[in-house]
Nanobody
């Protein structure tokens, strides 16, 4: 089970850190990703991190501003979001997948999902 938290209202240029906490001892074997969705639009990939914290991946709109990390001892994945823009406003979801892809964690289908956390960036 995944639990996302850390969303809120922030001014443009500000920062937020999202957390995705998981239950279960097998969490350290899962790749974890963050997606976001604006009402009426398709869900968008944001970032992912493989089980070992190795080759992370970011979408172009967030590259250089967001950083994903994980603490397997705490069963938690973080998304540090800096230099936030109004267009980052969305509901953010974390997801996990235990499979491996030679094409990277951004190629996984992600079959375990948490509830979302709302991020609102004001201009």
């Amino acid at each position: 089970q995944l639990q996302a938290s850390g969303g809120g209202l922030v001014q443009a240029g500000g920062s937020l850190r999202l957390s995705c906490a998981a239950s279960g001892r097998a969490f350290s074997t899962y790749a974890v990703a963050w997606f976001r969705q604006v009402s009426g639009k398709e869900r968008e990939f944001v970032s992912c991190i493989p089980w070992d914290g190795g080759s992370t991946s970011y979408s172009d709109p967030v590259k250089g501003r967001f950083t994903i990390s994980r603490d397997n001892a705490k069963n938690t994945v973080y998304l540090q979001m800096n230099s936030l823009k109004p267009e980052d406003t969305a509901t953010y979801y974390c997801a996990a997948d235990r499979r491996y892809s030679a094409y990277g964690c951004n190629a996984l289908p992600y079959d375990h999902w948490g509830q979302g956390t709302q991020v609102t960036v004001s201009s």
